[in-house]
T-cell receptor, first 110, second 118 residues
């Protein structure tokens, strides 16, 4: 069974305090790994897709990396507006549904 | 352009009633997905359409749940004889691909419909 585990469940950071969120996965075959941001009361907002081990993508203060067993979302010098739940998901083949983790709730305190 | 829209944004109903939830995908997107998200959990897959047909409905919890997409665009998720355990946020997503593996197969989500069954 395809599984995605995210850690920690919740993370509280001071503004400017860099950290990383972890997403470990067990799948029969990986087509892509996705990161989404979700604000309270909103739908998930697409951030990144990673397709192969060693791949990295960046967007503002966020950088996502991928290995054969896990992905990290690095947050550099976070700001309060980065507070949200970050969801990781995997896709096994080209157009199949995503399998999500439970998410990491990030709070950045000014 | 316009994103995925869902109506209603909130729906409160009584146990045993029938509800319909609507999803308008991004124009031109051929793939459409329904997910359900409970508090503190990630979205869980319900059903996936490629065009007008349901390509995978293995996530539907039981036969009270049904979804249609008659013209390959708008989709309706239908829940019969609602139960309190059906309370959740129902999310719809669409993707531009047409079934072939593509780097551009990201799924774009709507804001969701919050369903409360009293």
């Amino acid at each position: 069974e395809d599984q995605v585990t995210q850690s920690p469940e919740a993370l509280r950071l001071q503004e400017g305090e860099s950290s990383s969120l972890n997403c470990s996965y067990t799948v029969s075959g990986l087509r892509g790994l996705f990161w989404y941001r979700q604000d309270p009361g909103k739908g998930p907002e697409f951030l990144f897709t990673l397709y192969s081990a060693g791949e990295e993508k960046e967007k503002e203060r966020l950088k996502a990396t991928l290995t054969k067993k896990e992905s990290f979302l690095h947050i550099t010098a976070p700001k309060p507006e980065d507070s949200a739940t970050y969801l990781c998901a995997v896709q096994v083949t080209g157009n199949t549904p995503l399998v999500f983790g439970k998410g990491t709730r990030l709070s950045v305190i000014a | 352009g316009a994103g995925v829209s869902q109506t209603p944004s909130n729906k409160v109903t009584e146990k045993g009633k029938y509800v319909e939830l609507r999803c308008d995908p991004i124009s031109g997107h051929t793939a459409l997905y329904w997910y359900r998200q409970s508090l503190g959990q990630g979205p869980e897959f319900l059903i996936y359409f490629q065009g007008t047909g349901a390509a995978d409905d293995s996530g539907l919890p039981n036969d009270r749940f049904f979804a249609v997409r008659p013209e390959g665009s708008v989709s309706t998720l239908k829940i019969q004889r609602t139960e309190r355990g059906d309370s959740a946020v129902y999310l719809c997503a669409s993707s531009p691909t047409s079934g072939r593996a593509s780097p551009n197969n990201e799924q774009f989500f709507g804001p969701g419909t919050r369903l409360t069954v009293l």
